[in-house]
């Protein structure tokens, strides 16, 4: 876990470097190209098998949300702190959470009432609505959270079908398929260093969730989450030593509230699955 925050911090660091040079739309198609040519054997294979028509629909929603997010994602990355992106980010947990709640018929007891209550409040501090003025790059990681954790909702009911490298790789063709007419239209003539810094982009975007899952397989989540939070710790000294950003102790404190609430929910849920597996043995 530790190696996967600081590989996402560096997918947010390099985002944040290019600054807008290319418009986002582009700068994504070119990261998600160069993921099909990681999961091209994943990808190769799952194509041949084929899927069902309901789960060409569920790939297709996917992947069409995934578009909206990742173009949300790159615009706020080039306007905001990388600190309050990364914290803001921590909403993704908390819409899949909420949205099992109302999609998926998952029960939403008190307790992880009040620690959704807690995430919130804690994306307030970071944001901190009517004490300052938000920049349009505030609003679109807003989007971008509320549109990954809608992503990850319909992920989760593809993995009951298919299996997760496959579901993987068909996201990231979708998403390149729904990309490319929107890159098509703002496109600009990018520099080889551009395109290479993209492409190290979906390295260690790659890197990371590879190193997320070895993490989760080795170890249970209620010990994996909460080192989450040193992203945010790895996220402020990016800000501060490379971008020359202030330390916002608001965004570390927001952020360590939402993370709190976060591990908290994942603490409660292991403590539920543990409870009910001698009650499914009797």
Same mark, same amino acid.
Request: hydrophobic letters at 60%.
């Given at each position: 876990?530790?190696?996967?925050?600081?590989?996402?911090?560096?997918?947010?660091?390099?985002?944040?470097?290019?600054?807008?040079?290319?418009?986002?739309?582009?700068?994504?198609?070119?990261?998600?190209?160069?993921?099909?040519?990681?999961?091209?054997?994943?990808?190769?294979?799952?194509?041949?098998?084929?899927?069902?028509?309901?789960?060409?629909?569920?790939?297709?929603?996917?992947?069409?949300?995934?578009?909206?997010?990742?173009?949300?994602?790159?615009?706020?990355?080039?306007?905001?702190?990388?600190?309050?992106?990364?914290?803001?980010?921590?909403?993704?947990?908390?819409?899949?959470?909420?949205?099992a709640a109302l999609f998926m018929g998952e029960r939403l007891a008190l307790r992880r009432v009040a620690a959704v209550g807690v995430a919130l409040a804690g994306a307030l501090v970071v944001l901190r609505p009517g004490l300052r003025d938000l920049d349009p790059g505030h609003l679109s990681q807003i989007v971008a959270s509320l549109a990954f954790g809608a992503s990850y909702l319909v992920a989760k009911r593809i993995s009951e079908h298919v299996p997760a490298s496959v579901v993987v790789a068909m996201m990231s063709l979708t998403v390149s398929v729904g990309l490319a007419?929107?890159?098509?239209? +703002?496109?600009? /003539?990018? &520099?080889?260093? #551009?395109?290479? =810094?993209?492409? !190290?982009?979906?390295? @260690?975007?790659?890197?990371?969730?590879?190193?997320?899952?070895?993490?989760?397989?080795?170890?249970?989540?209620? +010990?994996?989450? /909460?080192? &989450?939070?040193? #992203?945010?710790? =790895?996220?402020? !000294?990016?800000?501060? @030593?490379?971008?020359?950003?202030?330390?916002?102790?608001?965004?570390?404190?927001?952020?360590?509230?939402?993370?709190?609430?976060?591990?908290?929910?994942?603490?409660?849920?292991?403590?539920?699955?543990?409870?009910?597996?001698?009650?499914?043995?009797?």
């Amino acid at each position: 876990m530790l190696a996967t925050g600081l590989c996402f911090v560096a997918v947010n660091g390099i985002v944040r470097w290019l600054g807008g040079a290319l418009p986002a739309p582009q700068s994504a198609f070119i990261r998600f190209v160069f993921g099909l040519v990681f999961l091209g054997p994943v990808l190769v294979p799952g194509l041949r098998s084929g899927f069902s028509p309901r789960i060409w629909r569920l790939l297709s929603l996917r992947g069409a949300l995934h578009v909206l997010a990742v173009i949300a994602w790159f615009y706020a990355m080039s306007r905001i702190p990388v600190a309050e992106a990364t914290a803001i980010g921590f909403l993704n947990p908390i819409v899949v959470t909420v949205g099992a709640a109302l999609f998926m018929g998952e029960r939403l007891a008190l307790r992880r009432v009040a620690a959704v209550g807690v995430a919130l409040a804690g994306a307030l501090v970071v944001l901190r609505p009517g004490l300052r003025d938000l920049d349009p790059g505030h609003l679109s990681q807003i989007v971008a959270s509320l549109a990954f954790g809608a992503s990850y909702l319909v992920a989760k009911r593809i993995s009951e079908h298919v299996p997760a490298s496959v579901v993987v790789a068909m996201m990231s063709l979708t998403v390149s398929v729904g990309l490319a007419p929107l890159a098509w239209a +703002v496109w600009v /003539p990018p &520099t080889w260093g #551009q395109v290479g =810094w993209l492409g !190290l982009v979906a390295v @260690f975007a790659t890197a990371g969730h590879y190193t997320m899952t070895r993490a989760f397989a080795a170890a249970p989540l209620t +010990v994996t989450q /909460p080192v &989450t939070f040193l #992203q945010l710790i =790895w996220a402020s !000294l990016l800000g501060i @030593f490379v971008f020359h950003e202030p330390l916002d102790g608001w965004v570390i404190l927001g952020g360590g509230m939402m993370i709190g609430a976060i591990t908290y929910i994942t603490w409660r849920e292991a403590r539920l699955r543990v409870a009910a597996i001698p009650a499914a043995a009797e």
